[in-house]
């Protein structure tokens, strides 16, 4: 892709974010973006349909980023270091988390965030369950359900326990019920 569209996204992203902090979605006009990355309106609509295109745009990318950071290509397997690597990426980036999850008015983040979290934990399931079919997708549903309202918790009430606190509350749960090591 060429530089400059890459570099106009992201000046349309940055004052996306900013306008979110500030105003909140439903108050963004595609001008104030404009305004904001001191751009023309149109060019705003060449690289986006709406500000909703915008907002799938930062959610796909940030919920991205958080796979990437926490699980870079290695054997998914539920250990206490992907958890703690979650707990602290989060935590270095929790403004924008946070607006995301305050701003989801479509659930379209939790969506994309649950979609993501249970292909990554129907693997690591795939490892500890020697069964496949209900048992399987059991602990699945289970773990990612748990594991999302916990994630959940954790950003709207930050600073209630630290990434560490979190993790090895999370993770004795985790080898509780699942019996891993």
């Not at 060429?2 to 992201?10: H, M, S």
């Not at 924008?96 to 994309?112: A, G, H, P, R």
């Not at 309202?149 to 509350?169: F, K, L, M, Q, S």
Request: aromatic fraction near 10%; hydrophobic fraction near 40%.
């Amino acid at each position: 892709m060429d530089r400059r569209i890459i570099k106009t996204r992201k000046e349309i992203i940055n004052a996306f974010m900013k306008l979110l902090k500030k105003k909140g979605f439903e108050k963004i006009t595609i001008q104030d973006i404009a305004d904001e990355a001191d751009i023309n309106r149109g060019t705003v609509y060449l690289h986006f349909e709406d500000k909703y295109a915008i907002m799938d745009y930062c959610i796909d990318s940030y919920v991205g980023k958080l796979l990437e950071n926490c699980a870079p290509g290695e054997e998914i397997v539920l250990k206490k270091e992907a958890f703690n690597a979650i707990f602290n990426y989060l935590g270095e980036n929790l403004d924008i988390y946070k607006l995301l999850l305050e701003n989801d008015k479509n659930n379209s983040f939790n969506q994309k965030l649950k979609a993501t979290v249970e292909s990554q934990t129907e693997m690591a399931v795939g490892h500890m369950v020697k069964s496949d079919g209900a048992s399987a997708e059991i602990y699945t549903q289970f773990l990612v359900a748990g594991f999302l309202g916990v994630i959940d918790w954790w950003i709207r009430n930050y600073p209630a326990c630290t990434a560490e606190e979190a993790t090895d509350i999370l993770f004795s749960m985790v080898t509780h019920i699942t019996a891993i090591e």
